[in-house]
């Protein structure tokens, strides 16, 4: 199969596999051999590499969790391989949910009516996918929203959908009803943790240790949050240690 390269610059280039490229589940990883190949007409290139190919696809990686309205059911993200996990805490039974490329966010929510619901973002694909867990098996509702999301929360109230990415290092608005972007509003590296406190929104950095806060609004600033000194420690052994800290750490979870 030839793949085309995309040229950097004098002395680089990549390329993608495509996601039509599928491994046999039970094969880990394949050794391939890439060769340069001249476009017609061109000089021929040289050179050529062993690669070796990880079947990631069919090795799960539990990501991200969240819990059912009502608590019973529990659902983990695994990106390789593009599912989500619900999980019968009762029963222990297993249920796949497919989404798209690479499930980063979880969270559920009942909306004004009282049905419940998994929202579901992404890494790489451009979509926040809706299910209703009162009918299962049936079609996700589907509202762009940035890739690169690490973070998710939704207000049922105002019908919206906050998501924190990490290509551009924002905290985005996504109205539930029609999918458009309300707001956008740049925080610091690596957002990640979200936490919606009364009329705001909390977001953690996984760079700095701080959390914003910002109005659910219109994503304007409110106030930023560094421990410090005599700040409390709670578990870990290290309480006796409260005077001495300086700053946070990377925050993931709020």
């Avoid at 929510?109 to 049936?138: K, Q």
Wanted: aromatic share 6%; hydrophobic share 45%; no cysteine.
């Amino acid at each position: 199969r030839e793949l085309p390269l995309k040229v950097v610059d004098a002395r680089h280039a990549y390329t993608r596999l495509p996601a039509g490229v599928a491994l046999p589940p039970g094969l880990p990883q394949v050794s391939v051999t890439a060769r340069l190949v001249a476009a017609p007409g061109g000089p021929a290139p040289e050179g050529e590499a062993r690669l070796d190919v990880v079947n990631d696809a069919a090795f799960p990686d539990l990501f991200a969790l969240a819990l059912a309205p009502e608590g019973g059911t529990a659902f983990i993200a695994s990106p390789p391989t593009d599912t989500v996990f619900a999980v019968e805490v009762a029963s222990g039974k297993v249920t796949a949910l497919k989404t798209a490329d690479g499930p980063s966010a979880l969270t559920t929510y009942r909306d004004s009516g009282g049905r419940p619901w998994l929202a579901v973002a992404h890494r790489f694909s451009p979509e926040l996918r809706l299910y209703a867990l009162d009918t299962p098996g049936s079609a996700p509702r589907v509202l762009p929203a940035p890739v690169g999301a690490m973070g998710l929360a939704v207000d049922a109230r105002g019908e919206v959908a906050f998501i924190a990415e990490q290509v551009w290092d924002t905290v985005r608005a996504v109205s539930l009803a029609d999918g458009r972007e309300r707001w956008s509003t740049a925080v610091d590296r690596n957002p990640q943790a979200l936490a919606p406190w009364r009329e705001l929104i909390a977001v953690g950095s996984l760079q700095t240790g701080q959390v914003e806060l910002l109005r659910q609004s219109d994503g304007g600033p409110v106030a930023t949050l560094v421990p410090g000194p005599g700040v409390p420690i709670v578990g870990g052994g290290t309480e006796g240690f409260s005077r001495q800290v300086i700053g946070g750490k990377g925050l993931r979870g709020l």
